[in-house]
């Protein structure tokens, strides 16, 4: 079923809508995500989107549009290179670099890259296939 080399990809849009959401689960209401003269007073474009809504994109990637719905995440690590904006469009490319199958294990590097295509964030991510 997986490959090694195999590529997904799925795309995304930070609407105000799951901003808000997020917002209201997470509890984080920091500034530097909540209000826009002090993310431009520290250097930022705006408000800056919580990496953590990345963290959710990846769950509904493994979850929702793999070939299977047989999956678990073991583990994933994630680094945020550049920030992320409301309205924001990211395109998520997940690429097979491992498959164990003796374990039913396996592994992606990923990375979600914005219309001007620089890197907003990459990582790796290991799921489990389950039997």
């Known amino acids: 079923m997986f490959k090694e080399k195999d590529i997904f990809q799925e795309s995304f849009q ?24 002090f993310a431009k007073g520290k250097g930022f474009l705006g408000k800056v989107m919580h990496g953590n809504i990345l963290n959710a994109y990846l769950s509904y990637f493994i979850g ?13 690590s994630i680094q945020f290179k550049n920030p992320s904006y409301l309205g924001d469009n990211l395109n998520l490319t997940a690429t097979i670099t491992r498959v ?32």
């Open 14 to 37: 930070t609407t105000n809508e799951i901003y808000q959401q997020f917002c209201e689960l997470s509890k984080d209401l920091n500034p530097l995500h909540t209000n826009e003269p």
């Open 64 to 76: 929702e549009c793999l070939p299977t719905k047989d999956v678990i995440i073991h583990s994933q």
């Open 100 to 131: 164990y199958e003796s374990v039913n294990t396996v592994e992606f590097k990923f990375n979600f890259k914005n219309v001007e295509n620089k890197i907003i964030a990459k990582g790796k991510i290991q799921i489990g296939l389950l039997k």
